[in-house]
């Protein structure tokens, strides 16, 4: 059945956009090295690589604190991330997301397992854009970890209330600032304590603390992130 599935609708490289040779295979392996997966040292508070294995955080951890457990991250954010992550957003490539799911999985399943979480919660896009777009890339992402790792995802915890800027033009005040009030949480379930958060990219890290603020506030006591790429490491 599944190999009828590849012959009729066969894999999309997230790299190339070609279709994967072997069928079968999530991504070309002639591809793979265009990827920049993160190696120590990284930053114990937000994944990024850091030079100097000496210090324990980068200095955006350290110039800011962040209320949020830990968190990790799969790829560094370089030219093929980049292009990759935008063809999933802007050109409905949501099959791509299969790759860094099942990647996400395979490299942190120890380091989730050990966050111990009750749920895992998608950083939610604002409804228009998600109606737009026809979905939202860091909820089908958290479906396909949650599958792997056997974790139920709870994409109803976190709401988007405000439509905010496009943050990437934005000083890290001014992201901030930007996502104020841009998060709500529903009355969380008692039995919900943990949350890993999802989502593609990490910059400054403002949005992950905007949504680790809603939540705490709403009663998490544990709040950590996995995503596919961090930006400005090392
Ligand atoms: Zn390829
Ligand atoms: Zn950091």
């Known amino acids: ?18 279709i994967v040779r072997p069928a079968g295979s999530l991504i070309c392996p002639s591809c ?49 991330a980049r292009r990759s992550v935008s063809q999933i957003k802007y050109n409905n490539k949501r099959e791509y997301l299969d790759f860094y799911g099942k990647a996400l999985a395979a490299r942190y399943a120890g380091t989730i397992a050990r966050m111990s979480v009750d749920a895992i919660v998608p950083v939610p896009v604002h409804p228009s854009r998600k109606r737009r777009r026809g ?17 139920p995802v709870s994409p109803d915890l976190l709401i988007r209330t405000r439509k905010t800027h496009p943050q990437k033009d934005l000083t890290p005040r001014e992201r901030l600032s930007n996502l104020k009030g841009a998060f709500t949480a529903p009355p969380i379930p008692p039995s919900i304590r943990s949350v890993l958060l999802i989502d593609d990219i990490y910059t400054t890290g ?26 400005g490491g090392r």
């Open 1 to 18: 059945m599944k190999a009828i599935l590849d012959l009729l609708f066969p894999r999309r490289c997230p790299v190339c956009g070609e």
């Open 32 to 80: 793979l090295p265009e990827l920049s997966f993160t190696t120590p040292p990284v930053c114990k508070k937000c994944g990024k690589e850091i030079a100097d294995e000496t210090v324990e955080y980068c200095r955006d951890c350290m110039a800011r604190p962040h209320t949020f457990e830990y968190g990790v991250a799969l790829l560094n954010y370089n030219e093929a």
């Open 135 to 151: 979905f939202n890339q860091a909820e089908v992402l958290a479906q396909i970890l949650g599958k792997y790792l056997n974790i």
């Open 206 to 231: 403002s949005t992950i603390e905007a949504c680790t603020c809603t939540l705490k506030t709403a009663g998490i006591r544990h709040v950590y992130f996995a995503v596919i790429c961090t930006a």
